[in-house]
Structure formats: structure tokens, C-alpha cells
């Protein structure tokens, strides 16, 4: 049910305008303010920018124990190294396009690896040189061009390991210190260890290993891109499928402390893609040269060949959402979450072991608490939110892209958290009463009115409502309103429920749009649904569309149908009046329909032109005296059931041959055509003596040839029949006696 009570067919007097579900919050704007997926409001973990770098896209961060973050970029590919006060540097800068992902190894030994021609690059410190910050580059050639930032010379780099692939998704170390890549191409999972071999650890039939992540028997988890597959590999290499997803690819894993594992999955699955086809859909970058026919999501850099995430095409990834899936302990899967427009990029979990999902291309955050139970946290300034890491203190560090930033998110709430509801049409000019509200501790409530859909176009300013008194809002009259809630931290934690503003539309009259009559028809009732007119169904959207009214054919009836509406909704009554040419008064058929058709017998009516005239009330809605009414008049129409009348029908043989004569009038409508038949024989058309059927009074003369002489003797009936101008038919018969 939408929360908007007033679309109601019923509603009538004051009208409530309700907020409490999350389909219907989500369409508002929260600054702090998370959205339960139960309804209601509550405050978010604050969330503050550390740092904003000069690359467009943040693959992958990790942090050190000194709470120090390591940034992998792209466009351009760097790593920035920022400290937790948020003072940055760039420690390494490779040839490739993109620094996919890196982990700290032991010592605080920074392990990156680049995409395409994938390598694994050995990132350190030297601690006898003092760490130099980014640099402005002195030879500039123009002041206003950005400055370039240049690497910090305290840090080398040195190729680990080359694999000879071209992609490298992931890296992952286990408590050995032996370091895991995963690969694109051949689907392959290399281990390296603290000396420096190599060898692969475990081949897959998919094509791409996306994500790595160990569990807490020293196995590790991989997601695979093709078929979505999540393996558990023994220390020895040996593999087993814990689950098929439905979703082709798994961008993300995690696992909680009772030792569930957790795999987001996107994109559709194709019958040809059991083995994967290509790079994965959503985390490849390959060079694009600008379209400006199409636009691209996010900011476009300015060289000369610009780096696009994937599920950011019209072809990529993205198609069909994604899920997040829970394996438990013991192997059972299940689906916990599900989106249509959010694409999950990554999974980790909070100080309080809540699973929080990182997803674009919205820069949403979610908080997943249970089966379809989840929070929509927060939104980040930027389209993607790509990567979790642990932060000092219990927090979490969350990098972004389009644009590249890094976030600190928590661990405790926001202090102080708004949220503005959408704009809400009353669709009447309307006076604003009271607004109800139910939640706990400490929040403000706000309205705010106007009479345009922009709130920005001279609406009202904000007035505070006191909901320790009346709860009036005292706004302005006017179409629309708007509610604003501010949550302040205090002794319990704020939440917001349930919103409710209650106003009053001005009652406006009903409208006909059209009334038409139709002779020989009967308009059929039918079972009224409870709350709603005849004829109308009510959709998901709350609009509403009317079926057609049942009819059927009645040459004795005559049909009125209409079509009226009320801005109000209210509902409506009809009378139907009709005049007679040349009459002055209207005179009353029926009163109090409720549908929008009424029938009656034609010969209620002497046979002449007339008009109907339908009037619609809104009484049923409105107190007496306060009740509004809309009239409307048919064309004119004329009702004719007197049939024709039939004299001086005469018939006589002559050489062989019947010759009749009758003459046909009607008080009416002229004389349509005529027929006769001799001795029940076929009907046969005849002229009128003018041969043009045009008038209220006809004459007609024919003759008929006898077949041969006995017929001349014998006995003959003779039957003769007319038609006005609207088919009622008058018949007669005359006999020749034989000789």
C-alpha cells in the first residue's frame, strides 16, 4: 500500500499523507540518517572524508598496524600511502593501467599487483630516509594546470612475481606469510612463498579467479567470473565447490567470527557462459576513447584515452543486480540480500560483526543484519563504493571511485543525522493541520510548504513543529509540503517510526468529460469492489484506470454512459435529466447512480429529439452545504419506436400480373425502404413511386408477373412491410380471391 492514503478512491474530508516504510523513505534524502529495511530512521556511523585523490578509480585498500592505509589506483595507477590524520603520498607508480589490488605483508612490505600483464610488484620502505609528502611539480607550464604529485623517493619497488597472465584480480596472504594471486586467462591461483617460490596452487575450469579470502581453518575461499562459483581449497591445493551461485560473477567474499562465508554475486548467467568468455564484467578497465554521444557516469579525466569500470557500459555486468549469499558452517547456502540497481563491489565486517556491502552505482552502503533484513546506511560522494579495510580504533576505511576518495566510516554514530522526505502532492491547493510522529530520543521535526514541485522556487522556509504540544505545523496553505527530521545523539540512540502529516484539500467541483447516448443499448451493473466505483481499478502506483461498463444489444433501451472525475478523489453520485425539443424544463430519469451508466426503456419517451444532461455531485464526501456538483449536456438524439403506418394497400390481376398499391407514413422519421413478399415467397425490395426514399409519406406501386395462366384463377396473399429511420416496422397484408 502506498503511503499516500489520499489516492484512495474513498477518501474524503481530512487526509493523512504517511511515511514509515522503506520504499517509500528511500525516495527521500538522508545526510547521516540510516533507512532500515523495516522502516524507519536511525542514525548512521559517521562517515568522514580522510582523503581525495587525484585517481579516478580506488581498486583496493589495505591498512597497516600503525592505521596507516595503502590506496591501488587507476586513471592514473598509483598507490597513495595516508596516514590516519589523513596526510598522504605516493609511494609506487607502474607502467600498467591500473593497480589492481595489494596486501601488507609481514614487515610492512607493500605486495601490489597490476593489471593488464599482470604483475606482482614489492613495495618498501627504507627507514633511513625521511618520508617525503607529494611534491608540486616545479616545471608546470601554466599555474592553473593541477599540480603533479611526485612518487615519495623513501620507497622502492621491485617486481615479486610475474606470472606471464594478463590480469590479476586478487591477493591474499595466509599465517605462513605465503602470498596467493589470483589470475584471469587460465583461472589460476599461484602461491609464492616468504622466500620467493612459486608454483600454481590450483587451476580452475573457470576462466578468471576474482576474489580470495581465507578462512578460519587456513583454507582459502575463491570467487570465480563465468559460472560463479565459490571454491574451498585445502593448504594442500585441493579444491571443492561450496556453492553455484545463480549470478555469473563473485566480486566480493568475507567471513564472520562463527565461521559463516559470505559471496556477493552479479550479473546474469548465459547458457554459453559455463566457463567464462571473458574479462570479468564489473572490475576490468581497458582504454576507451571519449563518446560524447554517450555520456559516462563521473567525472572524465582529461588525457587522451579514458578508463572505464566495466559494469559502468551499456554491455557490462550490471545486468540484473546482484545477491549476496550466506554458506554456513556446515555447507548450506541461502540468499540474505538482493538488489535490482545496486551492484555489490565489496564485503567486511564492522566492530559489531555486522556485514556491510560496498555497491555502486549509487555509492551506496549498506548494513546486511539478516535474511532481507539490512539498513541503507549511507551514500558516499561518488558513484562506487570498491573496498573495505580495517581502521584504527574499530573503524573501517572505505575508498570509492569515480572519484577516488578514502572515507573513515565509524565505528561510533554520526552526533547529529538529517533527512528530508520527498516532495508530497496533495494535487488540490490544501490547508496543512497537524504531523504525527512516533519514535525515540532526541529528533526534530520540520515542514515546510509550496506551490510548485521545486522547493527551491520560494516554497516557505523550514518552521520547526512542536510535537511536545498540538503538532500544528503551522505552513502556509499550499499543494505541496514537504517534512524534514534532524536526530541528535543523546542517552539512547534516536529513531524515527512512523511520520504523518494531516491536511485538508480544498474541495474543488467534479468534472464530466463526455456524455454519450447510445439507442438500443443496455449498460449491465456489476459487483462494486469495497472502497472503489464501479468500472475502477486501483495499481501498484496508486493510479487508477476504469474498465469498460458491460453493454449489451436492446433495441427498447437507450444508453447514457459518462466519463467524470474529481481532483479531490471524492467520491461521486449522478442524476440524469432529459428535454424534449422545444421544451424548457429538464425533467428527471434517475437520481443517486453511482455508476457511470444508466439504461431505460425508449418508450418512456414519445418518439422526437431530446438531450441528456448527467450532474455529478460530490456529497457523498463533503458535509451538507459543502458538497460541489459539475454538470453536462449529450448531443442531441432522437427516440423513435412508433413503427410506420401502412393504408390503401390494394391489389389486383392484370395481363397476367399482380398490381398492388399501398401508401406508408410515419409521425416521425422518414421512410427507410420497403418490402414485400407474394404467397410467403422471398422478401423483395420495392421503390417508392418517386423512387427515392426521403420523406415521412410514401406511395408505392408494383406489379408482380404470374408464373402462367392458372395462376391468374388462383388465390393470392399479398404482404407488404416498411421500415422508418430507425428500423421499427409496420406491416400489412391484403388477398386476391380466384376466379
Not at 547458457?271 to 571519449?290: D, Q
Not at 579525466?301 to 572505464?308: A, E, G, R, V
Not at 428527471?588 to 448527467?614: C, E, M, Q
Not at 408464373?707 to 386476391?736: F, Q, W
Request: hydrophobic share 35%.
Amino acid at each position: 500500500m502506498t503511503a499516500v492514503l489520499s489516492l484512495c478512491a474513498t477518501a474524503e474530508g481530512t487526509r493523512t499523507w504517511e511515511q514509515s516504510k522503506y520504499d517509500d523513505l528511500v525516495k527521500g534524502t538522508p545526510d547521516g540518517v540510516a533507512i532500515r529495511s523495516t522502516g524507519g530512521l536511525e542514525l548512521a556511523p559517521s562517515f568522514k572524508l580522510l582523503y581525495s585523490t587525484p585517481s579516478t578509480y580506488v581498486w583496493a585498500i589495505a591498512a597497516d598496524e600503525a592505521g596507516n592505509v595503502y590506496a591501488a589506483t587507476g586513471s592514473p595507477a598509483r598507490i597513495y600511502r595516508i596516514t590516519p590524520d589523513g596526510k598522504s603520498s605516493i609511494i609506487f607508480e607502474p607502467q600498467e593501467l591500473q593497480v589492481q589490488a595489494l596486501e601488507v605483508g609481514p614487515g610492512g612490505v607493500i605486495y601490489a599487483a597490476t593489471n593488464p600483464d599482470g604483475k606482482v610488484y614489492k613495495i618498501e620502505h627504507r627507514p633511513a630516509e625521511k618520508p617525503q609528502p607529494a611534491k608540486m611539480d616545479a616545471k608546470a607550464s601554466d599555474a592553473k594546470d593541477l599540480a603533479k604529485p611526485v612518487l615519495d623517493p623513501s620507497w622502492s619497488s621491485s617486481v615479486y612475481f610475474a606470472p606471464g597472465t594478463k590480469y590479476i584480480w586478487d591477493l591474499l596472504f595466509d599465517k605462513s606469510g605465503n602470498l596467493y594471486v589470483a589470475t584471469g586467462d587460465h583461472g589460476e591461483i599461484y602461491k609464492v612463498s616468504p622466500k620467493g617460490d612459486h608454483s600454481v596452487f590450483f587451476k580452475s575450469d573457470e576462466t578468471h579467479i576474482r576474489v580470495l579470502q581465507l578462512d578460519s581453518q587456513g583454507n582459502v575461499i575463491a570467487g570465480t567470473d563465468g559460472s560463479g562459483l565459490v571454491y574451498r581449497i585445502s593448504p594442500a591445493g585441493e579444491g571443492f565447490v561450496l556453492y553455484s551461485a545463480p549470478k555469473k560473477e563473485i566480486t566480493a567474499l568475507a567471513q564472520d567470527r562463527q565461521g559463516n562465508i559470505y559471496a556477493a554475486g552479479v550479473g546474469e548467467k548465459r547458457a554459453s557462459s559455463t566457463t567464462g568468455g571473458g574479462p570479468p564484467s564489473l572490475l576490468l578497465m581497458t582504454p576507451m576513447i571519449p563518446t560524447p554521444a554517450v555520456p559516462q557516469p563521473g567525472p572524465v579525466p582529461t588525457t587522451t584515452s579514458t578508463l572505464q569500470i566495466g559494469s559502468l557500459s551499456t554491455s557490462g555486468g550490471a545486468n540484473g543486480g546482484s545477491d549476496i549469499y550466506k554458506i554456513a558452517a556446515d555447507g548450506s547456502p541461502s540468499r540474505i540480500w538482493t538488489s535490482r540497481d545496486d551492484i555489490v563491489y565489496a564485503l567486511a565486517f564492522d566492530s559489531q560483526n555486522t556485514l556491510l556491502a560496498g555497491t555502486g552505482n549509487r555509492g551506496h552502503v549498506y548494513s546486511i543484519d539478516g535474511q532481507d533484513d539490512f539498513s541503507d546506511l549511507l551514500k558516499a560522494p561518488a558513484s562506487q563504493v570498491t573496498s573495505f579495510a580495517k581502521a584504527t580504533g574499530g573503524g573501517l576505511y572505505a575508498a570509492s571511485s569515480n572519484l577516488g576518495k578514502i572515507f573513515v566510516l565509524g565505528p561510533d554514530p554520526a552526533k547529529q543525522g538529517s533527512y528530508q522526505s520527498d516532495v508530497f502532492d496533495a494535487k488540490i491547493f490544501s490547508r496543512w493541520g497537524r504531523a504525527e510522529f512516533r519514535g525515540t530520543g532526541t529528533v526534530d521535526l520540520l515542514a515546510r510548504s509550496g506551490n510548485v514541485d521545486n522547493p527551491d522556487r520560494n516554497w516557505s522556509a523550514w518552521k520547526q513543529v512542536d510535537l511536545s504540544k498540538s503538532g500544528e505545523m503551522g505552513i502556509p496553505p499550499a499543494r505541496y509540503a514537504q517534512w524534514k527530521a534532524v536526530l541528535h545523539t543523546g542517552s539512547s540512540g534516536p529513531s524515527l517510526d512512523v511520520v504523518t502529516l494531516n491536511y485538508l484539500p480544498k474541495n474543488v467541483a467534479p468534472e464530466i468529460d463526455d456524455v454519450s447516448v447510445q439507442i438500443g443499448t443496455r449498460y449491465q451493473s456489476s459487483p462494486k469492489p469495497t472502497g472503489l466505483t464501479l468500472g475502477t481499478v486501483s495499481t501498484t502506483s496508486g493510479a487508477t484506470f476504469e474498465a469498460p461498463v458491460p453493454s449489451i444489444h436492446d433495441r427498447d433501451t437507450i444508453g447514457v454512459k459518462w466519463t467524470a472525475h474529481d481532483e479531490n478523489d471524492d467520491q461521486l453520485t449522478y442524476s440524469v435529466y432529459y428535454r424534449g425539443d422545444g421544451e424548457s424544463r429538464w425533467l428527471l430519469l434517475k437520481d443517486d447512480i453511482t455508476d457511470k451508466a444508466y439504461s431505460f426503456d425508449a418508450s418512456l419517451l414519445p418518439d422526437g429529439g431530446y438531450t441528456v444532461r448527467v450532474i455529478a455531485s460530490d456529497a457523498p464526501s463533503h458535509s451538507p452545504g459543502d458538497a460541489l456538483t459539475a454538470s453536462r449536456e449529450s448531443r442531441r438524439f432522437e427516440d423513435d419506436t412508433t413503427p410506420p403506418r401502412i393504408t390503401n394497400l390494394t391489389a389486383s390481376v392484370e395481363n397476367g400480373q399482380i398490381h398492388a398499391h399501398f401508401r406508408a407514413d410515419d409521425t416521425f422519421s422518414s421512410i427507410k425502404r420497403a418490402e414485400f413478399s407474394v404467397d410467403a415467397g422471398d422478401w423483395k425490395y420495392v421503390d417508392p413511386v418517386g423512387q427515392i426514399s426521403d420523406s415521412k409519406t410514401e406511395d408505392y406501386d408494383f406489379k408482380v408477373p404470374l408464373e402462367d395462366e392458372k395462376d391468374n384463377a388462383s388465390e393470392h396473399v399479398i404482404v407488404v412491410r416498411v421500415y422508418d429511420k430507425y428500423d421499427n416496422m409496420g406491416a400489412a397484408k391484403t388477398m386476391l380471391r380466384g376466379k
